[in-house]
């Protein structure tokens, strides 16, 4: 087997060599009829041999470069396939989390003590389940707007939030919106829950939808 291999490592040096003497030959000046002298014949072909390697020096360089500008090339478009996914995602996310949070932002049924009648209540509060009686809503969505206004106003028909400017028992921003139920909003108890339970009939169509979303993201 060695053998073998040191044949076919012969045949190829001889060939390389043949293939050499051609080439060199090919370039070599033609014979001018005149004898060359033997170092300047060994020169030329030294010249020769060096311009033949400068030149595939000259076309691996080429190729070298070409390679890296496609390198960069596909570097650069797999961050912009990336940049555009990472912006796919984040979209995606968002859309997820509207749509979870317009899902929790329905209206819920409550689930904490419902009061068995009206008489449980006194003062604004007693006025206040009255009034969603009427407006066309059971005990358990009295439970819902009671927890509400407690939270806003604490069913004080004069609070006022001094930073906001919002008043009275449902915290109308501002405070003289609840004159359309009547010009005596300041002071009546009645004028600004008929005004809260319309306002929030016509937004969260029931005080429980009203009182989920005041959970969910503190205001309603």
Known sequence: ??????????????????????????????????????????AIDMQLVKDRQNQHAAARARYTEAEGAAAAKAASAARTASGYAKEL?????????????????????FGGSIPSSCGE????RAIGCALTLSAGFGLDQ???LNKLWNKESGWNYRAENRSSGAYGIPQSLPGSKM?????????????????????????YTTPCGAWNHSVQFNNY
């Open 179 to 203: 004159a359309s139920f009547g010009a005596d909003w300041r002071t009546n108890p009645a004028t600004q829950i008929k005004w809260g339970l319309d306002y929030i009939k016509k937004r």
């Open 121 to 124: 209540f006194s003062g604004s």
């Open 1 to 42: 087997m060695t053998r073998i291999v040191i044949r076919v490592a012969a045949v190829a040096l001889l060939l390389a060599g043949l293939a050499a003497g051609v080439y060199v030959g090919q370039q070599r000046p033609p014979a001018t009829g005149a004898a060359m002298d033997p170092v300047q014949a060994e």
């Open 89 to 109: 995602d984040k979209k995606v996310v968002a859309q997820k989390k509207a749509a979870q949070q317009r899902k929790n932002s329905g209206p819920v049924a």
């Open 142 to 144: 009295f439970a819902c």
